[in-house]
């Protein structure tokens, strides 16, 4: 079974940067949907970005300032975080769908999880 470990959250100032990695241990991950999604406390937990065969996927509040990325070789999905706001303070997660379909903002879609990694954006 597919494992999946994210890295890179941590206590970063608003306007700052941060590149969250997912290493994906297992079967490759070239054909499968993989997707990033987060938890504020006292939240449900929201799509962030997307990314399969048919091409990147955004929610509307970070859409210009994530970027979504992937490198099979090393069984790896990014997540560059930029112009980071108060809000965007969450628990992160990646997500990986054996088989990528279209609703890639449902997390019901996708079938292993990461624990998590924890961002917070102080103002």
């Known amino acids: 079974q597919e494992q999946l470990v994210e890295s890179g959250g941590g206590l970063v100032q608003a306007g700052d940067s941060l590149r969250l990695s997912c290493a994906v241990s297992?079967?490759?991950?070239?054909?499968?949907?993989m997707g990033w999604f987060r938890q504020a406390p006292g939240k449900e937990r929201e799509f962030v970005a997307a990314?399969?065969?048919?091409?990147?996927y955004y929610a509307d509040s970070v859409k210009g300032r994530f970027t979504i990325s992937r490198d099979n070789a090393k069984n790896t999905v990014y997540l560059q975080a930029n112009s980071l706001k108060p809000e965007d303070t969450a628990v992160y997660y990646c997500?990986?769908?054996?088989?990528?379909?279209?609703?890639?903002?449902?997390?019901?879609?996708?079938?292993?999880w990461g624990q998590g990694t924890q961002v917070t954006v102080s103002s």
């Open positions: 297992g079967r490759t991950i070239s054909t499968y949907g």
């Open positions: 997500a990986a769908a054996r088989v990528p379909r279209s609703a890639v903002t449902n997390p019901r879609e996708y079938d292993y």
């Open positions: 990314i399969n065969w048919r091409g990147t």
